[in-house]
Protein backbone atom coordinates (compact mmCIF):
# COMPACT_ATOMS: atom_id res chain seq x y z
CA UNK A 1 0.00 0.00 0.00
CA UNK A 2 1.48 3.13 -0.87
CA UNK A 3 2.07 6.24 1.74
CA UNK A 4 -1.05 8.06 -0.30
CA UNK A 5 -3.38 4.93 -0.07
CA UNK A 6 -3.43 5.37 4.12
CA UNK A 7 -5.63 8.31 3.57
CA UNK A 8 -8.53 6.40 1.73
CA UNK A 9 -11.49 4.92 3.37
CA UNK A 10 -11.12 1.24 4.39
CA UNK A 11 -14.49 0.77 2.55
CA UNK A 12 -13.05 1.97 -0.82
CA UNK A 13 -9.97 0.48 -0.33
CA UNK A 14 -11.74 -2.80 -0.38
CA UNK A 15 -14.12 -2.70 -3.16
CA UNK A 16 -13.78 -5.05 -5.89
CA UNK A 17 -13.95 -2.71 -9.25
CA UNK A 18 -17.55 -3.25 -10.83
CA UNK A 19 -16.71 -4.02 -14.38
CA UNK A 20 -19.09 -3.00 -17.16
CA UNK A 21 -20.10 -4.66 -20.48
CA UNK A 22 -17.89 -2.33 -22.40
CA UNK A 23 -15.22 -2.53 -19.80
CA UNK A 24 -14.60 -6.13 -20.10
CA UNK A 25 -14.25 -6.28 -23.82
CA UNK A 26 -10.74 -5.15 -24.94
CA UNK A 27 -10.47 -6.20 -28.87
CA UNK A 28 -12.44 -4.89 -32.18
CA UNK A 29 -15.77 -6.31 -32.49
CA UNK A 30 -18.49 -5.68 -35.43
CA UNK A 31 -21.32 -6.80 -33.41
CA UNK A 32 -22.00 -5.61 -29.91
CA UNK A 33 -24.73 -7.45 -27.93
CA UNK A 34 -23.27 -7.47 -24.74
CA UNK A 35 -25.27 -4.52 -23.15
CA UNK A 36 -28.65 -4.79 -23.71
CA UNK A 37 -28.10 -1.44 -25.68
CA UNK A 38 -30.81 -0.84 -28.89
CA UNK A 39 -29.21 -1.04 -32.04
CA UNK A 40 -30.47 1.55 -33.80
CA UNK A 41 -29.90 5.44 -33.29
CA UNK A 42 -26.88 7.64 -32.85
CA UNK A 43 -26.59 7.79 -29.33
CA UNK A 44 -27.45 4.14 -29.01
CA UNK A 45 -24.45 2.98 -27.61
CA UNK A 46 -23.03 4.24 -24.24
CA UNK A 47 -20.15 6.21 -24.14
CA UNK A 48 -16.87 4.97 -23.70
CA UNK A 49 -16.77 4.82 -19.24
CA UNK A 50 -12.69 6.24 -19.32
CA UNK A 51 -13.64 8.83 -22.25
CA UNK A 52 -10.09 7.52 -23.98
CA UNK A 53 -10.79 9.56 -27.12
CA UNK A 54 -11.18 12.60 -24.93
CA UNK A 55 -8.06 11.68 -22.37
CA UNK A 56 -5.51 11.18 -25.19
CA UNK A 57 -6.43 14.92 -26.74
CA UNK A 58 -6.20 16.66 -23.11
CA UNK A 59 -2.67 14.12 -22.47
CA UNK A 60 -1.53 16.35 -25.36
CA UNK A 61 -2.37 19.32 -24.42
CA UNK A 62 -1.54 19.39 -20.73
CA UNK A 63 1.71 16.93 -21.56
CA UNK A 64 0.31 14.71 -18.63
CA UNK A 65 0.03 10.75 -18.82
CA UNK A 66 -3.94 9.54 -19.65
CA UNK A 67 -3.23 7.40 -16.41
CA UNK A 68 -3.16 10.71 -14.59
CA UNK A 69 -6.19 12.17 -15.79
CA UNK A 70 -9.75 11.43 -14.37
CA UNK A 71 -12.82 13.47 -16.45
CA UNK A 72 -15.70 14.05 -14.54
CA UNK A 73 -19.33 15.50 -15.16
CA UNK A 74 -17.74 18.63 -14.19
CA UNK A 75 -14.63 19.36 -11.92
CA UNK A 76 -17.58 19.33 -9.26
CA UNK A 77 -17.86 15.89 -9.76
CA UNK A 78 -13.98 15.37 -8.75
CA UNK A 79 -14.66 17.17 -5.74
CA UNK A 80 -17.36 15.13 -4.90
CA UNK A 81 -15.07 12.24 -5.36
CA UNK A 82 -12.35 13.51 -3.14
CA UNK A 83 -15.17 13.63 -0.39
CA UNK A 84 -16.48 9.78 -1.28
CA UNK A 85 -13.38 8.76 -1.83
CA UNK A 86 -11.28 10.06 1.17
CA UNK A 87 -13.76 11.58 4.13
CA UNK A 88 -15.31 8.95 6.41
CA UNK A 89 -18.39 10.50 7.17
CA UNK A 90 -19.25 11.29 11.35
CA UNK A 91 -15.33 11.57 11.52
CA UNK A 92 -13.44 13.09 9.03
CA UNK A 93 -12.47 16.74 8.43
CA UNK A 94 -11.28 19.19 5.60
CA UNK A 95 -10.02 22.46 5.71
CA UNK A 96 -10.81 25.60 3.50
CA UNK A 97 -9.62 28.85 3.27
CA UNK A 98 -12.16 31.71 3.53
CA UNK A 99 -13.71 33.11 1.72
CA UNK A 100 -13.85 30.73 -1.26
CA UNK A 101 -15.92 28.54 -3.79
CA UNK A 102 -18.90 27.10 -2.31
CA UNK A 103 -19.15 23.93 -3.17
CA UNK A 104 -16.35 22.37 -1.02
CA UNK A 105 -18.74 22.90 1.81
CA UNK A 106 -22.01 22.03 0.42
CA UNK A 107 -20.15 18.69 -0.89
CA UNK A 108 -18.68 18.34 2.78
CA UNK A 109 -22.04 18.82 4.59
CA UNK A 110 -23.64 16.43 1.67
CA UNK A 111 -21.14 13.92 2.88
CA UNK A 112 -21.67 14.93 6.87
CA UNK A 113 -17.53 15.88 7.03
CA UNK A 114 -16.37 18.96 9.00
CA UNK A 115 -15.40 22.32 7.47
CA UNK A 116 -12.83 23.82 9.24
CA UNK A 117 -12.54 27.35 7.52
CA UNK A 118 -8.91 29.32 7.95
CA UNK A 119 -9.26 32.87 6.83
CA UNK A 120 -7.51 34.31 4.12
CA UNK A 121 -5.54 37.82 5.29
CA UNK A 122 -6.17 41.04 4.35
CA UNK A 123 -4.39 40.49 0.60
CA UNK A 124 -6.24 37.44 0.70
CA UNK A 125 -3.61 35.10 0.79
CA UNK A 126 -3.00 32.07 3.23
CA UNK A 127 -1.95 32.47 6.70
CA UNK A 128 0.42 30.35 7.48
CA UNK A 129 0.91 30.84 11.49
CA UNK A 130 -2.85 30.25 11.44
CA UNK A 131 -2.69 27.43 9.45
CA UNK A 132 -0.06 25.42 10.75
CA UNK A 133 -1.85 23.22 13.67
CA UNK A 134 -5.09 22.40 11.87
CA UNK A 135 -2.54 20.50 9.24
CA UNK A 136 -1.40 17.96 12.57
CA UNK A 137 -5.46 16.86 13.33
CA UNK A 138 -5.26 13.23 12.42
CA UNK A 139 -8.71 13.62 11.27
CA UNK A 140 -8.08 16.08 8.44
CA UNK A 141 -8.30 14.83 5.12
CA UNK A 142 -8.41 17.24 2.69
CA UNK A 143 -7.07 20.70 2.22
CA UNK A 144 -8.98 22.59 -0.67
CA UNK A 145 -6.96 25.42 -2.11
CA UNK A 146 -8.58 27.60 -4.79
CA UNK A 147 -6.22 29.49 -7.33
CA UNK A 148 -7.09 31.62 -8.62
CA UNK A 149 -9.26 32.37 -5.88
CA UNK A 150 -12.76 32.32 -6.18
CA UNK A 151 -14.61 35.20 -5.35
CA UNK A 152 -11.61 37.30 -4.56
CA UNK A 153 -9.71 36.90 -8.09
CA UNK A 154 -6.02 36.24 -7.14
CA UNK A 155 -4.00 33.65 -7.28
CA UNK A 156 -2.61 32.10 -3.73
CA UNK A 157 1.40 32.83 -3.68
CA UNK A 158 3.57 29.41 -4.65
CA UNK A 159 5.39 29.34 -1.34
CA UNK A 160 2.46 28.86 0.38
CA UNK A 161 0.83 26.25 -1.52
CA UNK A 162 4.12 24.37 -1.21
CA UNK A 163 4.12 24.56 2.09
CA UNK A 164 0.50 23.45 2.47
CA UNK A 165 2.03 20.29 -0.11
CA UNK A 166 4.90 19.59 1.83
CA UNK A 167 3.69 20.17 5.63
CA UNK A 168 0.26 17.76 5.20
CA UNK A 169 0.06 14.10 4.75
CA UNK A 170 -3.34 14.01 3.08
CA UNK A 171 -5.02 15.08 0.29
CA UNK A 172 -4.29 18.39 -1.23
CA UNK A 173 -6.73 19.56 -3.74
CA UNK A 174 -5.34 22.70 -5.99
CA UNK A 175 -8.60 23.63 -7.55
CA UNK A 176 -7.21 26.07 -10.78
CA UNK A 177 -10.64 26.57 -12.59
CA UNK A 178 -9.37 29.72 -13.66
CA UNK A 179 -5.89 29.10 -14.24
CA UNK A 180 -6.10 29.70 -17.99
CA UNK A 181 -6.82 33.82 -17.60
CA UNK A 182 -4.07 33.83 -15.74
CA UNK A 183 -0.28 33.71 -15.98
CA UNK A 184 0.20 30.99 -13.39
CA UNK A 185 1.94 27.87 -14.16
CA UNK A 186 -0.54 24.85 -13.50
CA UNK A 187 0.33 22.23 -10.74
CA UNK A 188 -0.05 19.93 -13.04
CA UNK A 189 3.66 19.26 -13.43
CA UNK A 190 4.00 18.86 -9.57
CA UNK A 191 1.73 15.60 -9.41
CA UNK A 192 4.70 13.58 -9.56
CA UNK A 193 6.75 15.65 -6.78
CA UNK A 194 3.58 15.55 -4.85
CA UNK A 195 1.69 11.83 -4.01
CA UNK A 196 -0.83 14.06 -2.30
CA UNK A 197 -1.72 16.53 -5.03
CA UNK A 198 -5.07 16.28 -6.81
CA UNK A 199 -5.29 19.64 -9.56
CA UNK A 200 -8.33 20.28 -11.16
CA UNK A 201 -9.61 21.99 -13.96
CA UNK A 202 -12.82 22.97 -15.81
CA UNK A 203 -13.92 23.34 -19.52
CA UNK A 204 -16.49 25.54 -17.98
CA UNK A 205 -14.71 29.12 -18.05
CA UNK A 206 -11.85 29.81 -20.32
CA UNK A 207 -13.30 27.00 -22.49
CA UNK A 208 -16.60 28.50 -22.62
CA UNK A 209 -18.84 24.99 -22.42
CA UNK A 210 -20.33 25.69 -18.82
CA UNK A 211 -23.63 24.17 -20.19
CA UNK A 212 -21.91 20.72 -21.30
CA UNK A 213 -20.23 19.62 -17.86
CA UNK A 214 -16.70 18.78 -18.04
CA UNK A 215 -14.22 19.10 -15.81
CA UNK A 216 -10.84 17.20 -15.22
CA UNK A 217 -8.77 15.75 -12.22
CA UNK A 218 -4.97 15.29 -12.55
CA UNK A 219 -3.30 13.26 -9.68
CA UNK A 220 -0.83 9.79 -9.82
CA UNK A 221 -2.13 7.07 -11.17
CA UNK A 222 -2.86 5.73 -7.66
CA UNK A 223 -5.10 8.30 -6.79
CA UNK A 224 -6.85 8.14 -10.49
CA UNK A 225 -7.69 4.83 -10.19
CA UNK A 226 -9.79 5.25 -7.38
CA UNK A 227 -11.96 7.73 -9.01
CA UNK A 228 -12.58 5.79 -11.61
CA UNK A 229 -13.57 3.09 -9.28
CA UNK A 230 -16.12 5.53 -7.75
CA UNK A 231 -17.65 7.51 -10.21
CA UNK A 232 -20.51 6.52 -11.85
CA UNK A 233 -19.57 4.01 -14.82
CA UNK A 234 -21.18 6.73 -17.36
CA UNK A 235 -20.06 9.73 -16.07
CA UNK A 236 -19.41 11.82 -18.74
CA UNK A 237 -22.57 11.17 -21.67
CA UNK A 238 -21.16 10.83 -25.27
CA UNK A 239 -22.52 14.02 -26.80
CA UNK A 240 -20.62 15.98 -23.86
CA UNK A 241 -17.55 14.02 -25.03
CA UNK A 242 -17.77 15.03 -28.52
CA UNK A 243 -18.51 18.83 -27.75
CA UNK A 244 -15.39 18.95 -25.85
CA UNK A 245 -13.28 17.35 -28.72
CA UNK A 246 -14.99 19.43 -31.12
CA UNK A 247 -13.95 22.53 -29.24
CA UNK A 248 -10.40 21.49 -28.69
CA UNK A 249 -10.04 21.22 -32.52
CA UNK A 250 -10.16 24.86 -32.56
CA UNK A 251 -7.83 26.16 -29.58
CA UNK A 252 -7.43 29.34 -31.88
CA UNK A 253 -11.14 30.23 -30.38
CA UNK A 254 -10.33 29.42 -27.22
CA UNK A 255 -7.07 31.51 -26.79
CA UNK A 256 -9.30 34.53 -29.03
CA UNK A 257 -12.12 34.40 -26.21
CA UNK A 258 -9.06 34.52 -23.37
CA UNK A 259 -7.35 37.83 -25.07
CA UNK A 260 -10.80 39.34 -25.58
CA UNK A 261 -12.34 38.72 -21.57
CA UNK A 262 -9.03 39.86 -20.70
CA UNK A 263 -8.95 42.76 -22.27
CA UNK A 264 -12.65 43.64 -21.59
CA UNK A 265 -11.27 42.85 -18.04
CA UNK A 266 -9.24 45.93 -18.49
CA UNK A 267 -11.59 48.42 -19.57
CA UNK A 268 -14.19 47.95 -16.92
CA UNK A 269 -11.79 48.03 -14.47
CA UNK A 270 -10.64 51.75 -15.85
CA UNK A 271 -14.27 52.38 -16.11
CA UNK A 272 -14.96 51.01 -12.35
CA UNK A 273 -12.16 53.19 -10.82
CA UNK A 274 -13.51 56.35 -11.53
CA UNK A 275 -16.81 55.54 -9.82
CA UNK A 276 -18.02 57.06 -6.94
CA UNK A 277 -19.79 53.96 -5.86
CA UNK A 278 -16.71 52.01 -6.64
CA UNK A 279 -14.44 51.87 -2.81
CA UNK A 280 -12.11 49.11 -4.10
CA UNK A 281 -11.02 47.04 -7.02
CA UNK A 282 -9.37 43.79 -6.08
CA UNK A 283 -6.37 42.43 -8.12
CA UNK A 284 -7.80 39.77 -10.14
CA UNK A 285 -6.29 36.53 -11.82
CA UNK A 286 -9.36 35.12 -13.43
CA UNK A 287 -12.56 36.77 -15.70
CA UNK A 288 -14.28 38.58 -12.91
CA UNK A 289 -13.11 41.04 -10.16
CA UNK A 290 -14.60 41.28 -6.65
CA UNK A 291 -15.38 45.11 -6.39
CA UNK A 292 -16.17 46.77 -3.01
CA UNK A 293 -18.86 48.96 -2.94
CA UNK A 294 -20.06 51.91 -0.52
CA UNK A 295 -23.09 49.96 -0.55
CA UNK A 296 -23.28 46.88 -2.25
CA UNK A 297 -26.63 45.69 -1.48
CA UNK A 298 -27.85 49.00 -2.49
CA UNK A 299 -26.35 48.98 -6.26
CA UNK A 300 -26.98 44.99 -6.11
CA UNK A 301 -30.26 45.67 -5.38
CA UNK A 302 -30.38 48.33 -8.11
CA UNK A 303 -28.58 46.48 -10.84
CA UNK A 304 -31.26 43.86 -10.49
CA UNK A 305 -34.32 46.33 -10.88
CA UNK A 306 -32.55 47.27 -14.27
CA UNK A 307 -31.51 43.67 -15.46
CA UNK A 308 -28.41 42.94 -14.54
CA UNK A 309 -27.15 40.56 -12.66
CA UNK A 310 -23.75 40.21 -10.90
CA UNK A 311 -23.21 38.19 -7.75
CA UNK A 312 -23.36 39.82 -4.24
CA UNK A 313 -20.67 38.25 -1.66
CA UNK A 314 -21.36 40.81 0.94
CA UNK A 315 -22.02 38.34 3.13
CA UNK A 316 -18.21 36.44 3.02
CA UNK A 317 -16.29 39.87 2.37
CA UNK A 318 -18.26 42.85 3.18
CA UNK A 319 -19.96 45.20 0.78
CA UNK A 320 -18.47 43.37 -1.99
CA UNK A 321 -19.71 42.12 -5.50
CA UNK A 322 -18.50 39.87 -8.11
CA UNK A 323 -18.75 41.01 -11.39
CA UNK A 324 -18.02 38.21 -14.17
CA UNK A 325 -16.45 39.47 -17.64
CA UNK A 326 -19.25 39.88 -20.48
CA UNK A 327 -18.91 41.34 -23.88
CA UNK A 328 -18.46 44.37 -24.33
CA UNK A 329 -21.91 45.17 -25.19
CA UNK A 330 -22.82 43.70 -21.84
CA UNK A 331 -20.42 45.29 -19.58
CA UNK A 332 -20.51 48.50 -21.40
CA UNK A 333 -24.49 48.23 -20.39
CA UNK A 334 -22.96 47.46 -16.69
CA UNK A 335 -20.51 50.44 -16.57
CA UNK A 336 -23.79 53.09 -17.99
CA UNK A 337 -26.19 51.65 -15.48
CA UNK A 338 -23.70 51.91 -12.50
CA UNK A 339 -22.73 55.68 -13.73
CA UNK A 340 -26.57 56.66 -13.46
CA UNK A 341 -26.59 54.99 -10.17
CA UNK A 342 -23.56 56.84 -9.21
CA UNK A 343 -25.49 60.62 -10.48
CA UNK A 344 -28.99 59.70 -8.70
CA UNK A 345 -27.15 59.04 -5.66
CA UNK A 346 -28.64 61.65 -3.66
CA UNK A 347 -31.57 59.82 -3.91
CA UNK A 348 -29.96 56.59 -3.01
CA UNK A 349 -27.74 56.13 0.65
CA UNK A 350 -24.56 55.35 -0.59
C1 LIG B 1 -16.64 27.42 -11.76
C2 LIG B 1 -15.77 26.70 -10.82
C3 LIG B 1 -15.53 25.35 -10.96
C4 LIG B 1 -16.07 24.61 -12.15
O1 LIG B 1 -16.99 23.68 -11.86
P1 LIG B 1 -17.52 22.76 -13.05
O2 LIG B 1 -18.25 21.72 -12.30
O3 LIG B 1 -16.33 22.22 -13.78
O4 LIG B 1 -18.38 23.60 -13.93
C5 LIG B 1 -14.68 24.71 -10.09
N1 LIG B 1 -14.09 25.39 -9.09
C6 LIG B 1 -14.29 26.71 -8.95
C7 LIG B 1 -13.57 27.43 -7.89
C8 LIG B 1 -15.15 27.40 -9.78
O5 LIG B 1 -15.37 28.70 -9.59
Redesign the pocket.
Known amino acids: MTEIEKYIRPNILALQPYSSARDEFKGTAEIFLDANENPWGTYNRYPDPYQQKLKQKISTLKKVDHINIFI ?6 A ?1 DLVFRIFCEPGRDKVLVFTP ?2 G ?1 YEVMANINQVEVIKVPLNKKFQVDRGKTSRFLKDKNLKIVFI ?1 SP ?2 PTGNLLRKNDIDFILKNFKGIVVV ?1 E ?2 IDFSAATSYINAIEKYQNLVV ?1 Q ?4 AWGL ?1 GV ?3 MAFSNSTIISYFNQVKLPYNVSMPNQEMVLNSLKQSGVYRKKIAQILAEKKLLITALKKMQLVETIFPSDANFVLVKMKNANEVYQQLTQRGIIVRNRSREVSNCLRITIGTKKENQRLINTLKKLSDEKKSIVY
Open positions: GNGSDEITYVCNNDAYLTFSKARVG
